[in-house]
């Protein structure tokens, strides 16, 4: 008997809608019922105003605030059973602790195909099969021989084979659909049914690396706490093999019959990466990558919600995939900004991480080599266990930072003549050279030599760049271009000049200096195509001796063993930044850079070229490394009230009128501090202020920053000012969210 019978029907369901109102709205049940009966998790599609939309029940009452008869029954109920309770529980959570409302929570959490109302349970995929009449010399193939190519390869499998399978090999949609209109290609659905893959014989493909001292201590440690809430800091330095422990705590995990959840950082999902987890493990590794398709998003989702994928890898969003059995939760370069999302629903996966194992009682490993100050924070009081490592797999340590002064020293291409010899030199010997510069474009921007004019945007408050590759001048705020004058726009002199260096730059300088050694530009102008950069970086890694160009998408997590010299065009961007973690992030950065040298069977030496080499910041990283300057820049947190410290919370105001900007900002902060003192709520409000760069893509943008020492005070003062805002009708022309643990404050 279905359990329908047993559970009395309630007469009101709260729907999530995916709306930027922070509620639920009512329904009463309608259409048939589902199996199960009404209950909570339950995708419904209703009408609300005058579009049909699937919204989530996330409550069963029997009461409502409205009359009862006035409420609309819901269209249609879309599941048999209820969403994933772990991930509707970390929706739910989301929504909570980002005051974000709830209905657009679960909707960016949700697979596309679900989110579309597509059923969970009857989902069939499609099969390709070449049709009986179909032969090598089919008419209308000659011209188009790849999908020749492709029809032969689907003659020699008489069942057909999936989609996944035909993309596998570089063949197109478009290439079947073709085929299929010509009539050699037959397309089949099927079920989806679960393929079981009930682990026979050993979990492992390959051996596991034998353990360096502190590796076995750190897994020793892992291997003691599967069980319960464990949350640690793997605190090891670039390249002293993190990976394989947590290879071998998945490996425990697994083996036990639960599933691992690993995040790493955008830039980290590298095809290397994944081939180190799929060349280990015989079960499947699930990958979430912005690359899938929905059916594969939707697949890989059930695959971890059944339990069938023991182990799912992915980016910030990977957060939300549910587990039927969880067993642990890894986040690599925890400290990595992709982690936060900055936009919409503004949430940190690596603080969802925490909440999330911490609910699961599972164990949960942060791994850095540039722990984030919070995290460290929590380690060295004690709140994490705090696992070193301190020794790198090669025997090299990893280089430290020497500082070379920029100042009164002539540069090309951004850098000076005994950096150049440098470079020289390492090339000589054989080896490569990575040289980072943190601009992409030509130059920063086009000035006049007679009158001092520089090239603005019209719309933000900012320089544009310009760029050679095409010839343009180009806002990297807000994408908008401009043909190059001929003429100062001001002055009419003729003689503008680049100012500063970008990666094109100092690639044309490079190319000049070294025309025999190939110079690989990388940055997200040369990578537009989605294998470029793997196809690049797997040319490196040959081995001969060449020159790399790039931003901070070389500086992370990728493995250049025949890199031993790392130049820093120029480390002085967070050095006097009016955003308190800029020097944070900037060190971080400068740390990752310089792990890229001498990984394997060189020692690697890193220059760092500066114009403020007695900055007594730079000096310490440069001479201590990143842990002791993050030690220092605990105790000037701590001395000015500033996270970890404090929880803070942005309110952020945008609108092309600057007035109603302003005068919103400030009628909100003054009605939240009288809340405040009514309450007597130990919280302060400061602003409205602008935001450090007040004029972007036209909109002018102001910020409200709340700051407390107790996270549940900010809380309520947010929750409030979200509810206030939300009855605000001014509010509705105004542009405005809030940033709980704001990662920058721009
Ligand atoms: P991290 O993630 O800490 O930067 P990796 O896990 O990428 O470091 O390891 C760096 C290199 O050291 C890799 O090539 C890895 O295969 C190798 N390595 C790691 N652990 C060991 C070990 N125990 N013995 C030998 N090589 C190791
Ligand atoms: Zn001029
Ligand atoms: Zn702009």
Redesign the pocket.
Known sequence: MSESSTRPAPRVLGVAIPSPLRRLFDYRPGGETPAGGWQPGLRVRVTFGRRQVVGVILECRDASALPLETLKPVDACLDDAPLPDDWLWLCRFTARYYQHAAGDTLHQAMPALLRQGRSLEARTRERWRATPSATRESPGLARAPRQAELLAMLRQHPHGLVTQAVLAQSFSRDQLKALVDKGLVERLEEPRTATPTGQAGPLLAEPV????RE?AAALAVLHERLDGFHPCLLH?????????VYLQLIEAVVGRGHQALVLVPEIGLTPQTLARFRSRFRVPVVALHSGLTDHERLDAWEAAASGRAPIVIGTRSAIFTPLARPGAIIV?EEHDGSFKQQEGLRYHARDLAVARAHRHGIPLVL?S?TPSLETLQRALAGDYRHLR?TQ???RHPPARLELVDLRGRPRRGGLIPPVMEAIEATLAAGHQVLVFINRRGFAPTLACHACGWMAECDHCDARMTLHRQPPLLACHHCDRRRALPDACPDCGSADLRPLGSGTERTEETLAERFPETPVHRIDRDSTRRRDALEQTLTEVRRGAPCLLVGTQMLAKGH?LPHVTLVVVVNADAGLYSSDFRALEHSAQLLEQVA?RAG?AAHPGRVLVQTLHADDPNLRLLAARGYDALAERLLEERRAAALPPFRHLALLRLESPREQAASELGGRAAGALREYLAERGLAVDCLGPVPAPMERRQNRYHLQVMLGADKRSRLHEAGAWLAAWLEAEPAARRVRWSLDIDPQTLS
């Not at 690396?209 to 360096?212: R, S, Y």
């Open positions: 690396l034998p353990l360096q590796q090891g330095v670039t390249g002293s093999g993190k990976t394989e690599d791994g080599a490592l790198r797999a090669s493995h792990g990984r």
